[in-house]
């Protein structure tokens, strides 16, 4: 008989990869984007049968405890497409990925819960389903039910090939807001003379054989600029991380590490040779009391 009470950890993404090619009749754009989960995310207890219905706990006041949180959204889905009935689902959340933050923590909470009960109850759904109930859900969604490097199209719920990559080391930036990823879609500008075409091919290779420059030099968000246009308050911070990158690179022939954006924002990142070039950037921020939280993520899922 399964345990009544079960924690599953909920990792974040990251896009290393993110062009928007076109508008599409339905509102959504259309993508090319390499997502990455990510060591670094939320767990979650799910305890069955305890009450009936679903509760949803957790200590962050912004998390919505009602239908609108996706995970009650995602057990919903569950049960109606299974025809099983609900015995009490008593979810709670323990947050560390940050709202609004470009990371996809509401996406995977929904389909780490969806996984789970699809597992507690014997595997009742296909592959095939959970993609459809995911796909409704959200964009980002469908990647979660997998994990490790993928190149998804569409909305981004289309995971087209898994990349290999080898293990690589960030240093998470969150400079204290929530970016609105509706908003910064709709702030996108389509002008071809600026937006060139990119290509993912070079990144992948750089993911399994390159080197750190040569993954920052094929890293590429065209998210970043309408993202700073809808927060400006954000420039500042990032003018003081990029200063202090080219004074560190000053004395020495390296370019000057690159700061990336994750998604539609809030979180920046840069890559890191190891934890100890993470924790000393992370240092010399905090000494320079800049106003930013951060912390060192690895690649989940890699050669
Ligand atoms: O799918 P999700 O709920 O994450 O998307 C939030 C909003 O972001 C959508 O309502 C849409 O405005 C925008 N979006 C988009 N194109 C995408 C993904 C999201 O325009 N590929």
């Known amino acids: 008989m399964p345990s009544n009470s079960i924690t599953y950890f909920s990792p974040a993404k990251i896009n290393l990869f993110l062009n928007v090619l076109q508008k599409r009749p339905d509102g959504y754009h259309e993508l090319e984007t390499i997502m990455q989960t990510l060591d670094f995310g939320d767990d979650i207890q799910i305890v069955f049968g305890k009450n009936q219905g679903?509760?949803?706990?957790c200590?962050?006041?912004?998390?919505?405890?009602?239908?609108?949180?996706l995970v009650w959204k995602a057990i919903e889905c569950f049960y109606r497409a299974s025809e099983i009935k609900n015995p009490g689902i008593s979810i709670t959340?323990?947050?560390?990925?940050?709202?609004g933050s470009g990371l996809g923590g509401g996406s995977s909470n929904a389909v780490t819960v969806l996984k789970a009960l699809n597992q507690r109850h014997s595997f009742p759904l296909s592959d095939l389903n959970l993609h459809e109930i995911a796909a409704m859900l959200g964009s980002d969604t469908n990647f979660f039910l997998n994990i490790g490097t993928w190149f998804c199209t569409g909305r981004g719920e289309h995971?087209?090939?898994k990349i290999e990559s080898r293990r690589w080391t960030f240093l998470l930036l969150f400079p204290?807001?929530?970016?609105?990823?509706?908003k910064v879609y709709g702030r996108f500008?389509?002008?071809?003379t600026k937006h060139p075409s990119h290509h993912s091919l070079p990144l992948e290779s750089s993911l399994s054989q390159g080197t750190l420059e040569e993954l920052e030099k094929y890293i590429h968000n065209n998210l970043r600029a309408p993202f700073l246009s809808c927060y400006p308050q954000v420039k500042p911070l990032l003018g003081l991380i990029e200063r202090e990158l080219s004074i560190a690179k000053a004395t020495t022939c390296e370019k000057a590490k690159k700061v990336c954006v994750s998604g539609s924002g809030s979180t920046l990142f840069l890559i890191c040779d190891d934890d100890s070039d993470a924790s000393f950037w992370m240092n010399r921020f905090r000494q320079k009391k800049m106003k930013v939280d951060g912390v060192i993520a690895h690649t989940q899922d890699c050669l």
Do not use: A, Y
């Open 54 to 57: 679903i509760e949803i706990h």
């Open 59 to 69: 200590d962050h006041p912004s998390v919505p405890r009602d239908t609108s949180n």
């Open 93 to 99: 959340l323990r947050k560390r990925i940050p709202m």
């Open 159 to 161: 995971l087209i090939r």
């Open 176 to 182: 204290g807001f929530e970016s609105s990823t509706q």
């Open 189 to 192: 500008l389509f002008d071809l």
